[in-house]
């Protein structure tokens, strides 16, 4: 195929331009926190990230030792919260259609003796991967006949709405949501969480203002992703990125770190509020698209050479990224499933047009798993 060397030019340029000169105060905080309130019905409490966020929903209802089932394909920032909260995190494998735990794996988790070794499991983190919603009335009645408590992690899912019309947030305990690089809302940085019932513990909310290196960086970070995908094609993206992230004017997602006193920056409340207005409940909300390729990186090597800039998959383990792995001590035997996608998946990159990515869909239909395998 030829190289294309005008991709994703028709990217997000006001994204940039908005994150660069969005003036904003302490009242576009607050408005934040009062829509969140109203929208998620309960309390909201806006935090440095999704995992900061996450690890107060926790710390709310849990007791340290609790155990947590969580989602056997995911993210480090959900390791890292539950481990904040001082729980365990008891992993679900998933099934390959959705990539979320069913209510078979979840049976299975739980009538295997060692699971309940030790101290009990509380609560269930409901992930909806990629914004594929989970069964949630199985689960719902799963949770309710174990006395779980259930936590939704709305980092893929904002505005999800379940196949039962109720919208992804207003069913658990807790509203947990990231404004992350490329989360369902994404302002670079920040998160929030909405309580919903009474709380077993007071917890404290975080009260001092965003770090000022911080708030450059996120403001910085659309523009300088942006450049380095361009420069990708004249393979100097990356020798670029890795400059940035060397002098830390470019930070890695999986690195921004979990802390439970500071506050988001003010401009991105103000951002993420005006993405959540836009926000519709739908069915169909895929935060990333994906597939499971046989030989992933025969299929990254072709992508590479027509043009596209493919920056990691989520996930490329079961708790990613490759190098927080190590730290998990995951059981791949426990979850064979989620072990296996995590070798095979490959996402569509979302700052490319439906229109770019018609060449990179052609070359990755090639080497797709058959569905009957
Ligand atoms: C990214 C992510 C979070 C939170 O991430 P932060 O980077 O801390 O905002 C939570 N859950 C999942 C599943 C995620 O992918």
């Keep these: ?156 899912c904002a505005g999800l709405e379940y196949a039962d019309g109720r919208e992804a947030g207003t069913v658990g305990a807790a509203a947990v949501l990231s404004f992350g690089k490329d989360k369902s809302i994404d302002t670079t940085s920040g998160g929030a969480v909405v309580l919903r019932h009474h709380y077993m513990r007071e917890i404290k909310t975080p009260d001092e203002p965003a770090h000022k290196s911080d708030c450059l960086r996120e403001r910085f970070y659309p523009l300088f992703g942006s450049w380095c995908r361009r420069l990708t094609r004249i393979h100097l993206g990356g020798i670029l990125m890795k400059f940035l992230l060397k002098v830390h004017f470019v930070e890695r997602s999986a690195d921004n770190k979990l802390d439970l006193s500071r506050k988001p920056a003010n401009f991105e409340a103000k951002l993420a509020l005006e993405q959540l207005k836009n926000l519709k409940p739908t069915e169909d909300k895929h935060l990333r698209e994906f597939c499971l390729v046989k030989n992933r990186q025969a299929v990254l090597d072709e992508l590479k050479e027509a043009g596209y800039y493919f920056d990691g998959f989520w996930y490329e383990k079961p708790v990613s990224p490759l190098r927080y792995y190590k730290k998990v001590h995951f059981d791949e035997e426990s979850c064979p499933v989620a072990t296996e996608v995590a070798e095979k998946i490959i996402n569509l990159p979302i700052y490319y047009s439906k229109n770019d990515l018609k060449g990179a869909q052609e070359i990755i239909k090639k080497y797709t798993e058959d569905e009957n395998e």
């Design 1 to 156: 195929m030829r190289k294309n060397y005008f991709l994703g030019l028709a990217a997000n340029q006001k994204n940039v331009w908005r994150h660069l000169f969005t003036k904003a105060t302490e009242e576009d905080a607050v408005e934040l926190s009062k829509y969140l309130s109203r929208r998620y019905d309960g309390e909201t409490i806006l935090c440095k990230n999704g995992r900061s966020a996450l690890a107060l929903a926790l710390k709310a209802y849990f007791n340290k030792g609790d155990k947590i089932i969580v989602n056997g394909f995911t993210c480090c920032a959900v390791y890292e919260a539950v481990k904040a909260a001082g729980l365990t995190p008891v992993f679900a494998d998933i099934n390959k259609k959705d990539l979320n735990f069913s209510i078979n794996t979840l049976e299975q988790l739980w009538a295997n003796p060692a699971t309940h070794d030790g101290s009990p499991i509380c609560g269930i983190i409901i992930q909806n991967t990629l914004g594929n919603p989970v069964d949630i009335k199985a689960i719902e009645r799963f949770a309710g006949k174990h006395g779980l408590i259930i936590i939704e992690d709305l980092a893929h």
